[in-house]
């Protein structure tokens, strides 16, 4: 079931499927009963970000990042990179000469530092443009986990590690990077809104967590 329940009325709380963007093991998610919704910024009149699909010989930008200063773990980018590097594009304000979406399909990688919440809409942007993401959080259990392998789709930074994201970028060997750009192209359907749903999209997806969730309150109530 999708939202929220209050861990005073325990009798609930310990077998509820709770579907959550804010999926963080440190606010009590748990990862075998609890599923991580992709967050989606979907504009007017469309069902998602749009699909700008460069192959990797014509991405010039080695990592890409434009949002407002919200959290902490932005506020330690910006101290790091915030438009003072022409390999590691970051901006609080994207140029007005620079298109957002364009500027993720020149990008090898596009860096996806968590919030206020963990969960960004960026990951979801990120996807559709073909670029390998980097996830910049602590605590944040990344989408359909039980079925993907997202250590073939993304580098993750940890936020002691912010610092040191271009070094980090730069050791990726090349066919490390092509192959990993190619899976985040097989990982496109998955995170598309189609209507009416189509198998192997979102809507489908996150109905197959919940089967899957299912599956393990029952057998963790048949133990119990």
């Known amino acids: 079931m999708i939202g929220g329940i209050s861990t005073v009325t325990s009798y609930l709380y310990k077998n509820f499927i709770r579907v959550l963007c804010n999926a963080k093991t440190s606010e009590r998610f748990q990862p075998m009963r609890d599923i991580s919704l ?3 910024n979907i504009p007017s009149g469309k069902l998602g970000p749009p699909h700008l699909d460069k192959p990797p010989n014509h991405r010039h930008i080695l990592a890409f990042f434009a949002g407002r200063e919200f959290g902490y773990m932005r506020t330690l980018l910006f101290n790091s990179w915030k438009e003072n590097n022409n390999e590691i594009h970051v901006y609080e304000h994207l140029p ?14 596009c860096l996806c530092p968590s919030c206020w919440e963990v969960a ?3 990951i979801v942007e990120a996807i559709a443009a073909g670029c390998v993401l980097v996830i910049i959080s602590d605590y944040y259990v990344l989408p ?6 997202w250590s073939k789709f993304f580098v993750h930074v940890p936020s002691n590690k912010i610092p040191e994201i271009k070094r980090i970028l730069k050791a990726v060997p090349i066919n490390r990077y092509l192959e990993m750009q190619m899976r985040v192209r097989q990982l496109q ?6 209507r009416p ?10 109905f197959h967590s919940i089967w899957l969730r299912r599956l393990n309150v029952r057998l963790s109530l048949l133990s119990s």
Do not use: Q, T, W
């Open 38 to 40: 992709p967050e989606v």
């Open 96 to 109: 007005k000469n620079k298109s957002y979406s364009e500027s993720m399909a020149d990008s090898r990688f």
């Open 197 to 206: 749903a189509k198998p192997y999209d979102l809507l489908n997806m996150i």
């Open 120 to 122: 960004s809409p960026r």
């Open 144 to 149: 359909f986990g039980e079925v993907l392998d």
């Open 189 to 194: 359907r998955h995170f598309v809104i189609n």
